[in-house]
């Protein structure tokens, strides 16, 4: 049981590159996050899921694009990166039933840098 | 705007004392309030949450205490040990909210031996 796996683990990118970070997790989770931490900020949501097929917006959106093709899978997408996306990326999921809350498990992070 | 505030930005405690983090928040709808624990390199992990029916929970030498009329919750770490040297972050979230987490600033613990 891997729990939540990311990839890459690092990255350097030059402005206006483009890039997919992926985030996998294996204990059938329905909701999935995308977060970026910095420094002083703690961790900001960029985007979520609640099932297959289905995203919506977080705090911070402007600038990423995902998608849940697969239930397992949440893609985070850069299409033409800024220095100001340098980050350590996140990605978690959690279980859910009806409108209860449960623990967030979290991936391991990719740092990217923009240069 | 920070919805959730967390106090210190850093702290350093001789091993055997006691840590206190604290937060607060605006938002009256918020109902479940983690503590996360984060090593370096490490993704965050849940270590201790409560929500407003109660006014504290005890897990081990961890413990929230919460102040549901002064919208403070607070982590004490009895008997700090040089391997709790870690950053935590408060959150909370919304009932029905799709589990969306505000998270606070972190506070990195040093913790000497």
């Known amino acids: 049981n891997a729990g939540v796996t990311q990839t890459p683990k690092f990255r350097v990118l030059k402005t206006g590159q483009s890039m997919t970070l992926l985030c996998a997790q294996d204990?059938?989770?329905?909701?999935m996050y995308w977060y970026r931490q910095d420094p002083g900020m703690g961790l900001r949501l960029i985007h979520y899921?609640?099932?297959?097929?289905?995203?919506a917006k977080g705090e911070v959106p402007d600038g990423y694009n995902v998608s849940r093709l697969k239930k397992q899978n949440f893609l985070l997408g850069l299409e033409s990166a800024a220095p100001s996306q340098t980050s350590v990326y996140f990605c978690?999921?959690?279980?859910?039933?009806?409108?209860?809350?449960?623990?967030?498990?979290f991936g391991p992070g990719t740092r990217l840098t923009v240069t | 705007q920070q919805q959730v505030k967390q106090s210190p930005q850093s702290l350093i405690v001789q091993k055997g004392g006691i840590s206190i983090i604290n937060c607060a928040y605006e938002?009256?709808?918020?109902?479940?309030f983690p503590w996360y624990q984060q090593f370096p390199g490490k993704g965050p992990a849940l270590l201790i949450a409560?929500?407003?029916?109660?006014s504290e929970k005890k897990e081990g030498r961890f413990t929230i205490s919460f102040n549901k009329s002064a919208k403070q919750f607070s982590l004490h770490i009895m008997d700090s040990q040089p391997g709790d040297s870690a950053t935590y972050f408060c959150?909370?979230?919304?009932?029905?909210?799709?589990?969306?987490?505000?998270f606070g600033a972190g506070t990195r613990l040093a913790v000497h031996p």
């Open positions: 978690a999921s959690t279980l859910t039933a009806g409108t209860s809350t449960y623990e967030q498990y």
């Open positions: 204990m059938n989770h329905e909701y």
């Open positions: 899921s609640v099932g297959e097929g289905t995203t």
């Open positions: 938002n009256t709808a918020f109902d479940y």
């Open positions: 409560i929500r407003p029916d109660v």
């Open positions: 959150a909370a979230s919304v009932a029905g909210g799709y589990n969306k987490l505000i």
